[in-house]
């Protein structure tokens, strides 16, 4: 078993993209990623939430992540607004517990929220409630989060090689490859 900083590495050198952008940001990615993996893992539920730029992103996600192909266990990734059409309409803090009391009742063995897009949209208000929830935050420095920029050119392409790698960190994670506790 491989740890997952040396893995990670690995996979993005033998990557046949352009992925070198990302070995110095390995470092921010590897604990988000385990975080992350091992919460699904041991049966937590990961709802998606993007921003209205990223909305493609999150419905690319879901479309992909239960791939028939991946030979592997169907993994407990949702679109959140599948799951709760009414989410834009969510506006104040009682609005925002009455939805985890919803989610609680429907994730009796936990879930948490990955979240792609910007620090200023008003899905943060829910995301900022939970520190472990799994967020690629686009032009803010958060705690706990992976940072990319909305202005590169190349935000997409690298948004796409993300999911990838996490992707790939599922399978090594399910099939054993990898140490998660260290």
Do not use: C
């Not at 900083?5 to 990557?15: A, E, G, Y």
């Not at 949702?78 to 104040?92: C, E, G, K, Q």
């Amino acid at each position: 078993m491989q740890k997952l900083l040396s893995w990670t590495l690995n996979t993005i050198r033998q990557d046949e993209s352009d992925f070198s952008w990302m070995e110095e940001y390995r470092y921010d990615w590897a604990p988000l990623v385990q975080s992350a993996t091992t919460k699904i893992i041991s049966g937590q539920t990961l709802l998606v939430i993007t921003d209205k730029e990223n909305h493609w992103f999150g419905d690319y996600v879901t479309s992909k992540i239960n791939s028939i192909s991946d030979n592997r266990p169907f993994l407990p990734i949702y679109l959140l607004r599948s799951v709760f059409p009414n989410l834009s309409t969510i506006r104040s803090t009682q609005d925002i517990e009455l939805l985890e009391d919803m989610l609680d009742i429907s994730y009796p063995n936990g879930y948490f929220i990955w979240y792609i897009g910007r620090g200023d949209h008003p899905y943060t208000k829910i995301v900022y409630r939970n520190d472990d929830n799994f967020m690629w935050m686009m032009d803010d420095e958060v705690q706990n989060s992976f940072p990319l920029r909305s202005s590169d050119r190349l935000r997409d392409i690298k948004l796409l090689q993300l999911y990838k790698l996490f992707n790939q960190t599922m399978d090594a994670a399910l099939f054993g490859e990898l140490d998660l506790d260290s």
